[in-house]
């Protein structure tokens, strides 16, 4: 399972790859991307895209990218230029209200503080670590580490750099966000979290058990999603190219793609999107309707024939070969209508996209697409009454 996707994570502030060493038993492939010094003015933006030039993620797999707390929010900046499969916020935000409300008070404050405090606070952090952390010792040992030896004007920047953000919403990149009830430094409460787990801040290392299974289970979900698309994708193709013809072995293929549709529509995750939003520019035209309609009854016209011939004793046979255009053509309509908006690429077309597919698998396009398997294979295979 873990080597079906490429997952890279990025780490929070004062911290580096040890950080995520649960993540890395789970997923023995992962990428953690090391820190570059930022410019002095940089924005999170501009650092994340120079952030991109580090790695070079292989096509090859389903990107996952992701990151804890401020490698987050990072993570979700350089979404913006590698356009991954999906990405995973741990511990971490994606709005400014994510933010302490005292951090956002604090934000006209923060170019009079020196970096000289970062001193101080590497000074004091293991006492305060050791009131504050519920983590086991060997692990708060290795907090402690990690940010008593990150370089002090990095995380200046880093602090400056969150307080100035002004995050936009990613266009068509699914985003799965976990998060800890008793988080302190980014408080539940300005969050909205798809999994929310009894726990603190550092969720991935004291509940790394939880976290690296919704990473597994958000990377699945991607997966799926995308499967349906492209078989979505592949039947709706074939039915366009009757426009130039019926192709060669068009049952065989039409069978094919009804039996892939059932089982990826049946694997759909639920997606819920949260809007209700008018799509109407997005059906098809009565004109476009009435040509596929043409197209699938020039095509399936003989066969269709031989079937209500060969049942012509049997109303209910008869009536369900006659109904095969149909069928054909319901289905192709909802799919396609889900596709233009899949494909539009914007904030929360794909869960509307996925919610439409669902909702019309259960309720509508499901009960034609299973009959017209049942009717294509009878003339696939040649099962005619005699």
């Not at 929010?73 to 350089?78: F, I, K, T, V």
């Not at 995380?155 to 008793?182: E, F, K, Q, S, T």
């Not at 309609?293 to 004793?313: C, H, N, T």
């Not at 669902?358 to 398997?373: D, I, K, Q, S, T």
Request: charged fraction near 30%.
């Amino acid at each position: 399972m873990n080597a079906a996707f490429q997952l890279i994570l990025l780490p929070g502030l004062g911290a580096d790859e040890r950080l995520l060493a649960p993540q890395r038993e789970a997923f023995p492939r992962l990428i953690v991307p090391k820190w570059i010094p930022p410019r002095r003015t940089e924005s999170l933006p501009e650092y994340a895209e120079r952030m991109c030039g580090t790695v070079a993620p292989s096509r090859d797999a389903p990107l996952i990218l992701g990151g804890v707390s401020f490698g987050g929010m990072l993570a979700y900046e350089m979404a913006r230029h590698w356009k991954p499969d999906a990405v995973v916020l741990i511990a971490s935000c994606r709005e400014r209200r994510g933010l302490r409300p005292l951090y956002r008070v604090a934000r006209p404050f923060w170019p009079f503080v020196p970096v000289a405090a970062w001193s101080v606070a590497k000074l004091f952090s293991r006492p305060v670590m050791k009131i504050k952390s519920r983590l086991p010792p060997s692990d708060r040992d290795v907090m402690i580490r990690m940010f008593q030896e990150m370089d002090s004007r990095f995380m200046h920047w880093v602090v400056r750099a969150i307080l100035n953000w002004r995050p936009a919403p990613l266009d068509g990149i699914p985003v799965y966000h976990v998060h800890g009830r008793r988080d302190r430094v980014l408080p539940a409460r300005g969050v909205e979290a798809d999994h929310w787990i009894d726990g603190g801040h550092i969720i991935n290392v004291s509940h790394a058990g939880e976290v690296n299974a919704f990473i597994t289970r958000a990377a699945c979900m991607t997966r799926k999603i995308q499967t349906f698309r492209d078989d979505a994708a592949a039947y709706c193709e074939l039915i366009d190219s009757l426009a130039k013809g019926k192709p060669d072995h068009f049952y065989e293929r039409l069978h094919a793609c009804i039996s892939w549709l059932a089982k990826s529509a049946n694997e759909l995750p639920p997606l819920f999107c949260g809007k209700d939003r008018e799509c109407r520019d997005l059906r098809m035209t009565h004109e476009e309707w009435g040509e596929v309609v043409s197209q699938i009854d020039q095509a399936i016209g003989p066969e269709v024939s031989r079937l209500i011939e060969s049942d012509k004793d049997d109303l209910d046979s008869v009536t369900q070969a006659v109904m095969l255009s149909d069928d054909l053509v319901d289905t192709y309509r909802d799919l396609k209508e889900g596709i233009r908006l899949f494909d539009l690429g914007k904030e929360g077309d794909v869960g509307e996209a996925v919610e439409k597919w669902r909702f019309g698998y259960e309720h509508h396009w499901g009960l034609h697409l299973f009959r017209a398997l049942h009717t294509v294979h009878r003339i696939r295979y040649e099962l005619y009454e005699e």
